[in-house]
Nanobody, 122 residues
Framework: QVQLVESGGALVQAGGSLRLACAAS????????MGWYRQAPGKQRELVAM???????NYADFVTGRFTVSRDNTKKTVFLQMNSLKPEDTAAYLC????????????????WGQGTQVTVSS
């Protein structure tokens, strides 16, 4: 069974930093893009950052210059370094991966983690 497990969420003061991690586990034949979304109470889920298997990154406008997404393909892990955090960054941060379980069937699906809570106090 394929799982995405996030870690690193916490309560932090405005201006602080956090590093989130998400590890994919289970029988996986290949992984494409990995990244992070977030969802605050009463709001829609929104893209935060994405990174392809070759390292190309894409960021939401509201995090450019503050957050950095990276990945370790050998460990099937994606990271999100968050600096200069603001109260409006408070949300559940969900890991995403486009991947194919083993044995490879020819298609890749969308997989989600359970989320890790980030709370930024003013």
């Amino acid at each position: 069974q394929v799982q995405l497990v996030e870690s690193g969420g916490a309560l932090v003061q405005a201006g602080g930093s956090l590093r989130l991690a998400c590890a994919a586990s289970g029988r996986i034949s290949r992984i494409g893009a990995m990244g992070w979304y977030r969802q605050a109470p009463g709001k829609q889920r929104e893209l935060v950052a994405m990174i392809t298997s070759s390292g190309t990154t894409n960021y939401a406008d509201f995090v450019t210059g503050r957050f950095t997404v990276s990945r370790d393909n050998t460990k099937k892990t994606v990271f999100l370094q968050m600096n200069s955090l603001k109260p409006e960054d408070t949300a559940a941060y969900l890991c995403y991966a486009k991947l194919a379980p083993a044995p490879y069937s020819g298609t890749m699906g969308d997989y989600w983690g359970q989320g890790t809570q980030v709370t930024v106090s003013s």
